[in-house]
């Protein structure tokens, strides 16, 4: 009886083996460091676009993974995935929490560079013009705007795009 048992028990282990394999693809989740990871993405200097993609991503996983039955028929057992599925999408969404927050915070500190820097021309231009001098610094802070305006421009349009 014992033996009989035993041969079932090693005969059904792989085909759940087999049945499990398919949220091998998804290891990442437990065998990465979020942060690490992160800080990874964040030393090539993405751009929205990097991060729109990174985050497409992960909702492709989370879609892929509620795609799955709650139940893999095995033999005459059937493994309930529905807590697997629920922890898996869970932990995706905090992966993908990270990156938008990431990415927001990058664009956050750029847009408010940008509006400093407006914001200190707009009152060098505010000043009245009583002199020469007081028109050189108006010509100065116009060639400022003009040599920053390809990285306001570089800056702003894909945070329009993004947030579009």
Do not use: H
Not at 51 to 69: G, M, P, R, T, W
Not at 70 to 97: C, H, R
């Amino acid at each position: 009886m014992v033996s009989l048992l035993s041969t079932c028990i090693s005969s059904t282990k792989k085909d759940i083996i087999t049945a499990l394999d398919k949220f091998k693809g998804y290891q990442f989740i437990w065998q990465k460091d979020r942060e690490e990871d992160l800080k990874e993405f964040m030393a090539q200097d993405p751009r929205v676009s990097e991060f729109e993609a990174k985050i497409k991503s992960f909702i492709q996983l989370i879609n892929e993974i509620n795609a799955y039955k709650d139940y893999v028929p095995v033999g005459s057992i059937a493994l309930v995935t529905e807590k697997l599925k629920m922890g898996l999408t869970s932990e995706i969404q905090l992966w993908k929490t990270c990156y938008g927050q990431a990415c927001n915070l990058k664009y956050k500190k750029e847009i408010n560079e940008i509006s400093l820097f407006i914001e200190d021309v707009f009152k060098r231009l505010q000043r009245e013009i009583k002199d020469l001098d007081d028109i050189r610094l108006a010509m100065a802070a116009l060639k400022e705007l003009r040599d920053n305006e390809i990285r306001i421009d570089m800056t702003i349009v894909p945070v329009e795009e993004c947030l579009s």
